[in-house]
């Protein structure tokens, strides 16, 4: 590895004018300067930012800790969240948990061990709230990302999931379907228990029953193990009277494992049952726009919380701690129509 000696002896100085250059500190002349980063740049050194950032304080590292990075409005999210990075002079370490609490535990460890400035995460449940305060009793910084926690003090950037829901339910109930039935996210996770909260009040408010039968909840290892099907099977079984003539998926994911299984259940989409859901189901929306969705701008999740973040780390005077919630868009596509 390229010291600073080495480079000190390649452009005849001493070691001290070459710290004063690569840390812009102190005078020095523009020719020693020019000299001293013409070596670096022919022996390619790379500073030690670890060690500097034990001198600073700072090692201009962000963690960034997402459930699924293969999810298309997480990725979207860690792409605002790096670029606002960038532009800030800082780097993003990119941890997956898998909405697993052991992985998210071990990133909590990984961040510490790293010394990351401050951290940006969607944490996996409620009781992540522990590990979080770990982070805060080191002096690190955190600021929540799509999904809050009970008990929870500080800044966070969330989407209007309640209002997403009420929406899409209201589009639903002036197409004529009245019963529907939702298929959820896991209700320790902030966002499962916003989108059923619009679901129940939507129907309540349109004075429409609530049936318990037609709402049930799934984790993301039960959708890869084919349990949506069991799920809608049971729905379809019912006499047809009380068959349900929309679906409500409370995301993405859900929404494509809802549609797979329609389609072997030899159900077709919109003609048979309408689906609509929460957050864009991507490549395809940019070919095919197919689903009835409430698109949250995910980049600017992302970007928002870096740059909360990067003030707290700034030492900028925040008397409050601060909440945004970024309203979705409604996109009316082809997977519904109106009751015939």
């Not at 679901?199 to 890869?224: A, C, G, M, W």
């Amino acid at each position: 590895m390229v010291t600073i000696y080495d480079i000190a002896k390649k452009a005849n100085v001493s070691a001290m004018t070459v710290s004063r250059v690569i840390n812009n500190s102190g005078k020095t002349k523009e020719s020693t300067r020019k000299k001293v980063e013409q070596a670096i740049k022919e022996l390619g050194y790379v500073p030690n930012s670890v060690a500097r950032g034990l001198i600073s304080k700072q090692t201009k590292t962000l963690g960034l800790i997402l459930p699924d990075i293969s999810n298309p409005f997480f990725a979207k999210l860690a792409r605002g969240a790096e670029d606002k990075a960038h532009e800030l002079g800082y780097r993003v370490i990119l941890s997956n948990t898998d909405e697993d609490a052991s992985k998210e535990l071990n990133y909590m460890d990984m961040v510490l061990s790293a010394r990351v400035d401050g951290v940006l995460i969607a944490p996996t449940s409620d009781h992540s709230l522990e590990q979080i305060n770990r982070l805060r009793a080191q002096d690190i910084p955190v600021v929540l990302i799509d999904r809050t926690i009970e008990g929870f003090t500080g800044d966070y950037v969330l989407g209007d999931s309640y209002e997403g829901s009420r929406k899409l339910m209201e589009h639903l109930i002036e197409q004529g379907h009245h019963n529907i039935a939702f298929i959820n996210g896991p209700s320790n996770i902030s966002t499962a228990r916003e989108r059923l909260r619009g679901y129940l009040e939507t129907l309540r408010l349109n004075e429409l029953p609530v049936y318990e039968h037609y709402i049930t909840e799934i984790d993301f290892k039960s959708i890869q193990a084919g349990d949506t099907k069991k799920n809608i099977e049971q729905l379809l079984a019912l006499p047809s009277t009380k068959r349900p003539t929309a679906i409500f998926a409370a995301n993405n994911f859900i929404a494509i494992s809802t549609m797979r299984a329609l389609k072997e259940l030899g159900m077709k989409v919109p003609e048979d049952i309408s689906v609509v859901c929460f957050d864009e189901v991507e490549p395809v929306v940019y070919f095919d726009p197919f689903f009835t969705v409430a698109s949250q701008p995910a980049q600017e999740f992302g970007r928002i919380g870096i740059q909360f973040l990067v003030e707290r780390l700034d030492g900028k005077t925040i008397q409050k701690d601060r909440k945004i919630v970024l309203s979705p868009d409604i996109h009316l596509r082809k997977s519904t129509r109106p009751i015939k």
